[in-house]
Every structure is written in structure tokens, then in C-alpha cells.
């Protein structure tokens, strides 16, 4: 099962890149490092840690 590699940021809609810096809780919520540090690093959909997103390269 892949990862969904969403491509913007769920809290402040800022566009973001497949191989930049995201973050994810275990439900694949993603938001950009300014509000996951803004959020605690919490997501505010489930409650869940937000974690580096891995990096993936360029097809």
C-alpha cells in the first residue's frame, strides 16, 4: 500500500512538494512544518502525532 503524498497543506492550503518537508499523522492528514509546529505537533483531525514525512523521488 502506497503512501498518499497529498500535495498541499490540510491547515493552510500552501502547496507542497513529493520530495519537501511535510508532516503525517497515521491517517495521512498533512500540513506544512509551520503549522505543525503552530499545531504542537498534533493533528487536529484525530489527536494523532504529526512525523517527518518520508521523501520520495521524482518519477
Known sequence: MALEM???CERCAVSLT???AASIC????TFCPD??????GACPNCGGELVD???RKAA
Open 6 to 8: 497529498r500535495e498541499s
Open 18 to 20: 513529493g520530495d519537501g
Open 26 to 29: 497515521s491517517y495521512e492528514c
Open 35 to 40: 503549522c505543525t509546529r503552530a499545531m504542537a
Open 53 to 55: 514525512r518520508p521523501g
